[in-house]
């Protein structure tokens, strides 16, 4: 009896490695080649669901990056009422919203980077307003809710529209 109380001990510490390995593995494999949850919020003032404030986002189906989501679900900046600059709103679908590709290499923080360059970073920034699945009746009706965020600064927001 003895030592069938071995082989019963030695089997379950087998089955306990093998559960650690196999739950490291596909931890790894998750970490490494799936994309985080995407939550979304509802938020009043926009009067629409958007990505939820503070959640930072990994894209790894279509490439390799991360996204922090800011307020009113804006990439890469915490919270668009608190910049003084004029907003250059950049419009568009997935494509605008970009999540194959890192914060910094985005196109409104690429136009940021730009006005920058050429002195122009005190009056004016970029930003995304750019959804998975918006269309242009989309914007048509958001665009009234996005500047009235703007507003409690009094600053103007100008559109541009990406064409797919």
């Given at each position: 009896?003895?030592?069938?109380?071995?082989?019963?001990?030695?089997?379950i510490?087998?089955w306990?490695?093998?559960?650690?390995?196999s739950?490291?593995f596909?931890?790894?494999?998750?970490?490494?080649?799936?994309?985080?949850?995407l939550y979304?919020?509802?938020?009043k003032?926009?009067?629409?669901?958007?990505?939820a404030?503070?959640?930072?986002?990994?894209?790894?189906?279509?490439?390799?990056?991360?996204?922090?989501k800011?307020?009113?679900?804006?990439?890469?900046?915490?919270?668009?009422?608190?910049?003084?600059?004029?907003?250059?709103?950049v419009?568009?679908?997935?494509?605008v919203?970009?999540?194959?590709?890192?914060?910094?290499?985005?196109?409104p923080?690429?136009?940021?980077?730009?006005?920058?360059?050429?002195?122009?970073?005190d009056?004016?920034m970029a930003?995304?307003?750019?959804?998975?699945g918006?269309s242009?009746?989309?914007?048509?009706?958001?665009?009234?809710?996005?500047?009235k965020?703007?507003?409690?600064?009094q600053?103007?927001?100008?559109?541009?529209?990406?064409r797919?």
């Amino acid at each position: 009896m003895h030592e069938g109380s071995g082989t019963i001990l030695h089997i379950i510490m087998r089955w306990i490695a093998a559960f650690v390995v196999s739950f490291a593995f596909i931890w790894i494999v998750g970490y490494l080649f799936c994309n985080s949850l995407l939550y979304v919020e509802f938020d009043k003032t926009l009067d629409k669901f958007v990505n939820a404030h503070g959640l930072i986002y990994r894209h790894r189906s279509e490439g390799v990056a991360t996204t922090y989501k800011g307020r009113f679900g804006i990439n890469a900046i915490e919270d668009i009422r608190d910049t003084k600059q004029e907003k250059l709103v950049v419009w568009g679908d997935s494509f605008v919203e970009a999540h194959q590709v890192d914060d910094p290499l985005k196109i409104p923080q690429r136009v940021t980077q730009r006005l920058v360059e050429r002195g122009l970073g005190d009056k004016a920034m970029a930003f995304a307003v750019g959804m998975s699945g918006d269309s242009v009746a989309d914007y048509y009706f958001d665009l009234p809710k996005y500047e009235k965020t703007g507003s409690e600064h009094q600053s103007s927001l100008h559109t541009h529209h990406r064409r797919s």
